[in-house]
């Protein structure tokens, strides 16, 4: 079983339901939904070059998915998830664009956002103790020869490459888009997420997601309001 630390709105947020539609599914409940109807890329086009954020759900990392070390149980994991919740304050992001990462395509920041970082940041030290060790496997699957020194680096120390200086926040809304259909995606995305695009972006929530075993689909385990001490939601 794995774990990961995500920003990710509330299950009834307009971002929130327009993402999981957007990926056919909801990570909520687990569930499939419909993918709405866009006249600028077919329905078969959209669910292939959105399989693999699907399987992992609406959200931004900022733990990287981890096992946990035998020294530590999921009490204490959701223990500490409470904890550094209720210590972090909730913020805003000021302007959210789509951009493009590489071959696939995000929300991500408009601008440089320090409140981000240091969540990011706290994010990964915090939750560094729960981590195991990764597996040659799991080295070898992130391509480290296609890695930075530092990134990999990062990667044999925080079992991520991406942490720190290297951290880009990004909410990811497709897997791999080949070049020729960087346009009609471009397009499709646009209209789709029109009315959040240029807006703010509330960070008041953070969720733990869980994937039962490697391979299956992640979903929320709990997600909880940033500061103070509020009842923890169970997703």
């Known amino acids: 079983m794995r774990y990961a630390i995500y920003f990710a709105p509330p299950s009834d947020d307009r971002l929130s339901q327009t993402a999981s539609r957007w990926l056919g599914r909801d990570a909520f409940t687990g569930g499939a939904l419909d993918c709405p109807e866009n006249p600028a890329l077919g329905r078969e086009d959209q669910m292939v070059l959105t399989a693999e954020p699907r399987r992992y759900g609406f959200h931004g990392t900022l733990k990287a998915p981890f096992e946990l070390t035998p020294q530590r149980s999921e009490a204490d994991l959701i223990a500490a998830f409470d904890e550094f919740a209720?210590?972090?304050?909730?913020f805003e992001v000021p302007s959210i664009a789509l951009h493009q990462i590489g071959p696939f395509f995000a929300l991500?920041?408009?601008k440089a956002c320090p409140e981000l970082q240091h969540l990011a940041e706290q994010a990964v030290r915090r939750f560094e103790p729960f981590r195991a060790a990764l597996s040659e496997a799991d080295l070898a699957r992130r391509n480290p020869e296609r890695l930075t020194q530092r990134q990999r680096e990062y990667l044999a120390a925080w079992g991520y490459p991406y942490v720190f200086d290297e951290f880009q926040?990004?909410?990811?809304?497709t897997g791999p888009v080949p070049e020729e259909m960087h346009r009609p995606m471009r397009k499709a995305l646009e209209t789709v997420f029109a009315e959040f695009i240029g807006k703010r972006l509330a960070v008041s929530t953070i969720a733990l997601f869980a994937e039962e075993r490697r391979g299956a689909p992640f979903t929320v385990h709990s997600l909880l309001p940033l500061g103070g001490a509020s009842e923890r939601k169970i997703a």
């Open 86 to 90: 209720a210590e972090i304050e909730p």
């Open 108 to 110: 991500v920041s408009a």
């Open 169 to 173: 926040f990004h909410l990811t809304l």
